[in-house]
């Protein structure tokens, strides 16, 4: 009988390690297929609306005029006010509102999900309505704001230049999908995550490259070490150990290992070097 049980023990030493690396690949096959179904409802958007890239946040009165469309929820109802600012509710009806693609914590889905049944009411400040908000925070992958789609600061109410036009030119970031040399190297979304509250949240809707005018990423080593945060890598975050999926702008999504993930020539248009970053114009 105590052979068998040490028998029966290693073979369990055994398989566990496999048994981790087949579920690890079965996630990132899965968030794969979801980065993908993602791109393709972010290009269908872009193909709508005059090849328009959607930005992570759209504020009132700043940008193209074809952006500030009224999206509608899964009912049909118009969504307004800051639960339509950011890109959940713009994208979601270019992906069949297939909600499990944009979401990895498929938990908190569905309880967002429940209490937003009844439709969105702009004059609601129940649970529905801040539900309707939370969806909009924590999908699983976050929106390459900086250099993708642009952000509300990029653009000015009476179109003139703005500072980032007149400082750094245009060419850091694309606005719309023609502006982007090789849409095959240029990263759209990232698997993210956020702390909030003490809580570890698995999404977050915008993602920052390693680097912008400096450093924005506060630790460039692994994230899977003791302690470490998305916080600390700009939201970004793996599905499994260090691979981050990421969707690119002509629609295929990779599995991107740590080091990669950091290569600015992914992030930036106009990056010619792994630790690229936006200098002033003279």
């Known amino acids: 009988l105590l052979v068998v049980i040490s028998i029966i023990a290693v073979l369990i030493g055994v398989m566990l390690p496999a048994l981790g690396s087949a579920k690890g690949a079965a996630t990132v096959a899965r968030e794969l297929a979801n980065a993908r ?26 940008g193209p005029e074809i952006l500030h469309d009224t999206p509608r929820d899964h009912l049909g109802n118009p969504v307004t006010g800051e639960p339509a600012a950011r890109f ?34 702009p004059e609601e400040t129940s649970q529905a309505y801040l539900d309707y908000y939370a969806l909009t925070v924590y999908p699983g992958f976050g929106l390459n704001q900086n250099f993708v789609g642009g952000k509300p600061e990029y653009y000015t109410p009476t179109g003139a230049p703005s500072n980032y036009d007149r400082f ?3 060419g850091f970031w694309v606005a719309r999908l023609d502006d982007a040399p090789d849409p095959s190297g240029l990263l759209a979304f990232a698997s993210s995550a956020i702390i909030f509250q003490n809580e570890f949240i698995d ?57 990669d993930a950091q290569d600015m020539r992914l992030w930036s248009p106009a990056a010619d070097a792994p630790d690229w970053r936006l200098t002033m114009r003279r």
């Open 37 to 62: 179904s993602l791109m393709q409802g972010y290009l269908a958007y872009a193909d709508e609306h005059r090849g328009y890239l959607l930005p992570a946040r759209i504020e009132p009165g700043l």
């Open 88 to 121: 959940f509710w713009r994208l979601a009806p270019y992906l069949e509102y297939n909600f499990q693609a944009l979401y990895r914590d498929q938990e908190r889905l569905e309880s967002l999900l429940e209490s937003a049944s009844r439709g969105f009411d």
């Open 168 to 170: 750094f030119g245009r």
């Open 203 to 259: 999404g977050y809707f915008t993602v920052e490259a390693p680097y912008f005018t400096n450093a924005r990423w506060r630790s460039f080593g692994s994230p899977t070490g003791h302690g470490a945060t998305p916080e600390q890598f700009g939201h970004v975050w793996p599905v499994y150990n260090t691979t981050v999926v990421a969707g690119f702008l002509d629609g295929h999504a990779e599995g991107l290992g740590w080091t």
